[in-house]
DNA sequence: TATTGTGAAGCCTTTCACAGCA
DNA sequence: TGCTGTGAAAGGCTTCACAATA
């Protein structure tokens, strides 16, 4: 950091400066964490630009101008160092810290969510999950997941939601009953959403929500494999 | 269309002719799906650019563009009539015909995309379900799920994705499985790999390749949330 | 010497604003 | 009249090319 500093540190915690990071910065910043925690594992000590670039599918030119947004984390004539370049990322997205979630609808993709270990490796932690049927629910996955939580009924989630301090909720009830949730959500203050549910869902100007539609993945592999 | 035809007609199928489609085109036009599908099921007959856009969270001159790259598919001083333009998005998209695909690695995640019911109304069919210890699988997930597809031994991978004629292969292994996954799907001629696991995955130029990271989502998601 | 950090150029995408049309 | 389709302008992002430097 020396010409324009682009970061500021206040109370320890690293911000962004100049505000105007490119959306795409962000989205890519996930994907380089992936590449250092990989590297890591495979105990690379130092990673250049390019091979970070071609590991990510990007240009190295991009790698290094998405890491000089937020700070000179390289060293001229090496590359990053992992562990410190893993460390400046989850940082920079606000993951240095544990996140509380709930997951609202124990089906199938929900309970396969509540022993998702990627989450935990990733300070993501479900301490909350809900349901119509909480007991209909506990027999159909005990035996299989064992009881990572307590399954509660969908009417205590503003309660729970409080009192466990949980800032994000996941979606993962089928489409008709994914609105009236969020709307749920919302009304016990939730911070964020990530919709798991095939349905478009609307929020309040302060609620930030994130949509993951399998399927608009594979439209867009099907897109490229027609054209 | 008419001044510039943007769309040939060749055998029956609908094809860009000026193939610069932009890339956030293709994966928005998956969301447009979404919402004419949800329009639909409201017996919602017209849909203004402006509706889709407010739908869409996007910009309705972005929609009417969008939309223009592939034909003149709305009606002035109208909107868009909801079943034309779904049927349109399918076309344009390649999902207006059954696609096959194979789950490699049937887990919590893999037996739930196994029963899930959207996959089906879009026309994706998994036709085949691989682990490395099936007679396991079958223990663990046959009384919850039923048994929509034998689950067979990942040995037969590639006869399997020949004889059946899968195209697409999906994989919800372990991430340190991820990699021998991909290269056995390469070695049998898959067309396309959707990722699950939270690993990078390298292929070959000729199998086109998308991850679906669930922890970038929510790395997004936090990212928004803490700045 | 190898690789970062970065202005500047070029390219791509979005938005504006309005002509064209049902 | 109301909304689409689209040229042109504005804006944003990526890539290039090279000075800076460990």
Redesign the interface.
């Known amino acids: 950091m020396k010409k324009k500093g682009k970061i500021t540190d206040i109370e320890g915690k690293k911000?962004?400066k100049f505000?105007k990071i490119p959306e795409a910065t962000?989205?890519r910043?996930?994907?380089y964490?992936?590449?250092m925690v990989?590297l890591e594992g495979k105990n690379e000590k130092v990673a250049s630009s390019a091979v970070i670039a071609s590991?990510?599918n990007v240009n190295a030119a991009q790698v290094r101008k998405d890491f000089a947004y937020f700070g000179e984390f390289g060293i001229r004539g090496m590359g990053y160092n992992v562990k410190d370049l893993k460390r400046h990322i989850k940082e920079?997205?606000?993951?240095n810290r544990e996140?509380r979630i709930a997951v609202v609808g124990v089906?199938?993709?929900g309970?396969?969510?509540l022993?998702?270990k990627?989450?935990l490796k990733?300070n993501?932690k479900i301490v909350a999950a809900f349901d119509l049927y909480p007991e209909m629910v506990i027999g159909?996955?005990s035996e299989?997941?064992g009881k990572p939580v307590e399954i509660l009924h969908v009417d205590r989630l503003k309660e729970v939601v409080s009192a466990r301090n949980i800032?994000?909720g996941i979606i993962t009830t089928p489409?008709q009953e994914a609105q009236k949730v969020a709307d749920q959500l919302i009304e016990a203050n939730i911070?964020?959403i990530?919709n798991f549910s095939?349905?478009?869902v609307r929020t309040s100007e302060n609620v930030?929500l994130?949509?993951?539609?399998?399927?608009?993945?594979?439209?867009?592999?099907?897109?490229?494999?027609?054209?």
Chains 1, 2 share one sequence.
């Open positions: 911000m962004a505000s962000i989205r910043l996930s994907s964490l992936k590449c990989d590991i990510c920079i997205l606000g993951i996140w089906g199938n993709m309970s396969a969510l022993v998702y990627d989450f990733q993501y159909r996955i299989r997941v800032e994000i489409p911070k964020g990530l095939p349905a478009p930030k994130r949509n993951l539609f399998f399927t608009s993945a594979l439209d867009n592999l099907v897109y490229y494999l027609s054209n």
